[in-house]
């Protein structure tokens, strides 16, 4: 990539926005799926990451073939319901690091750092989990 002062889109802008202070991170253990684009074609494919950490600006996932993972993709939790837009910050031993388009919750942050079976549906959840999280339930 040529080297510019100008990004191509707003997610581009993300990688490079760069604040100083260190998001503070919870440690999760939650499954979704990254839904990339895929190039030329107006569809998607999904990929299983597993959410490590989690904060209001960003998280870490891992997943067996994460350095595949698109720049740019969803982040879809529960069974398509809820979807947050990532672009990937950087890779590192197995582990990628996004940042979210805009800042989260840090309640729903909370209530997903509280959630302790990774494979649990959002869906299954409903009228019994913090209203941070059935907030955003579709």
């Not at 904060?55 to 870490?60: H, K, L, P, Q, V």
């Not at 494979?119 to 955003?136: F, N, P, V, W």
Request: glycine fraction near 6%; charged fraction near 20%; proline fraction near 3%.
């Amino acid at each position: 990539m040529l080297k510019s002062n100008t990004h191509r889109n707003y997610l581009s802008q993300l990688a490079f926005a760069g604040d100083s202070a260190e998001p503070a991170y919870h440690r999760v253990n939650l499954v979704a799926r990254a839904l990339c684009p895929v190039k030329g074609v107006k569809s998607f494919t999904a990929r299983q990451v597993r959410i490590v950490s989690i904060s209001e600006t960003g998280a870490i996932l891992q997943a067996r073939g994460i350095e595949q993972l698109t720049a740019h993709f969803y982040l879809c939790l529960g069974t398509s319901e809820i979807f947050i837009t990532c672009a990937q910050i950087r890779q590192q031993e197995g582990s990628v690091f996004v940042r979210f388009s805009k800042p989260e919750e840090s309640a729903f942050i909370r209530a997903l750092a509280e959630i302790t079976f990774p494979m649990t549906t959002l869906q299954t959840l409903r009228g019994q989990s913090a209203r941070a999280i059935e907030a955003r339930i579709r």
